[in-house]
C-alpha cells in the first residue's frame, strides 16, 4: 500500500449502495479499505471489484485453515480483485506459507493477525502473540495487525518483526485505541471503522483522523 494518509477505513456496513458511497466520500483521505465478511456475504464477492475500482481493497477473511483451503480461498480473493488478505498465523507456518506464495503469484499482500484488538484477545492470543510475529518476519509477509487499543503491544511487535514489514493497528475509535498513540509505538497505518462509516460525514471523519496521524508523525 502507499503510505498516504496512513488511515485504513474498515468498512462493516451490508448494504452495497451505502458501501459504494461511503468509499467515494472516503476517496483520498484512507489508503485502502478493509472489507469483511458482513460486507461481501450480503452483497457478494463482486464488491471487493467494485471498491478496488475506486481504493484498494484489503480482504479481512482471517484465513485459518490447512495450506490447500487457504490457497484456494486466497486464490479467490485476489482473483476478485483485493490488494491484500489477512490470515490468521495460530494455525502455522505451512499455512501461512501457502498464503503467502499465493499472495506472490497474484502480486498481493498477506498481513497476518498477531494480536487482536478487544479484550478477549488477552485470553489466548498474547501467549503466542510475539511467536506468530517471529513466524510473519520469517514467512517475508507484507505486514501484521497490532492493537491500537495496547501500544506497548504494537511497541513490542515491531521490535521483533523489525522495520521492513508493516504494521497495520485496529481498534481506533469506538474501541477506545489512540491513533496517535499506535502511529507513535510503531504502527503504519491504523484502522477506523464506526467512528467514520457511522459518522454524520464520513469524510470530515476520516479528514479528522488523518489530521491527528500527521500531528503525531511530527
Sequence with gaps: MIKDTRLILALDVTDRQQALRIAQNVKGHVDAIKIGYPLVLATGKDIIAEIADMISVIADFKVADIP?????????VFRA???AVIVHGFTGSDSLRTCVEVAEEHGGEVYVVIEMSHPGALDFMQRVAEDMAQMAANAKV???????????RVKKIRSIIGDDIAIISPGVGVQGGSAADAIRAGADWVIVGRSIYKADDPRQAAINIEKEIKDALK
Design 68 to 76: 490447500n483451503t487457504n490457497r484456494l480461498i486466497c486464490e479467490q
Design 81 to 83: 480483485g483485493a490488494d
Design 142 to 152: 507484507s505486514g501484521v495487525i497490532a492493537p491500537a487499543t495496547r501500544p506497548e
